[in-house]
């Protein structure tokens, strides 16, 4: 696969529609050629310890944020329908599928590639087929993980390399 979108998501809490950042890198022909993030305000608005653990992302870092509608048409009009990649690729589609249904917007079966799947299948023998683990043994140092853009980064590069 020469062309797609790798995409990562960030949420709030632990329901899924609650995308709090989105991190795009556009492949075309085997070439970055475009990226995006975006700090989102999070549906449900509220932070677990936990999420801003991981990814450092807090209520007041979106609380003057716009939606996920407005975010994603900014992004639709950049994927030129590719299909997406993305390292645990059930957790980022199921993202996706919870905010168009959350904001009762059509989804139009978005096709998704999975990396770490696919790692599995490459590298059987890694110590484990976490994103940092896999972009490290192709060369890719991950500096910000959990940043929803460096974590799109990563898969990309992932992509690039064994999809």
Excluded at 132 to 157: I, P, Y
Aim: charged share 20%; hydrophobic share 40%.
């Amino acid at each position: 696969m020469e062309s797609f979108v790798a995409i990562d998501f960030e949420t709030a809490n632990q329901y899924r529609s609650s995308v709090c950042s989105v991190g795009m890198v556009v492949v075309e022909h085997g070439i970055i050629t475009d990226s995006f993030y975006h700090l989102i305000k999070p549906n449900p608005n509220f932070y677990c310890r936990w999420a801003t653990d991981i990814h450092g992302i807090t209520y007041w870092d979106t609380i003057g944020e716009q939606s996920f509608p407005e975010v994603w048409e900014r992004i639709v009009e950049r994927i030129f329908n590719l299909p997406f990649v993305a390292h645990n690729s059930p957790f980022d589609e199921g993202c996706l599928k919870a905010v168009h249904a959350l904001y009762d917007m059509p989804y139009p079966g978005y096709q998704f590639y999975c990396t770490c799947r696919a790692a599995r299948r490459v590298f059987p023998d890694l110590v484990n087929h976490q994103l940092h683990t896999v972009s490290s043994h192709l060369g890719f140092e991950l500096k910000d993980h959990h940043n929803a853009l460096a974590d799109a980064e990563a898969c990309a590069h992932i992509a690039i390399n064994i999809l």
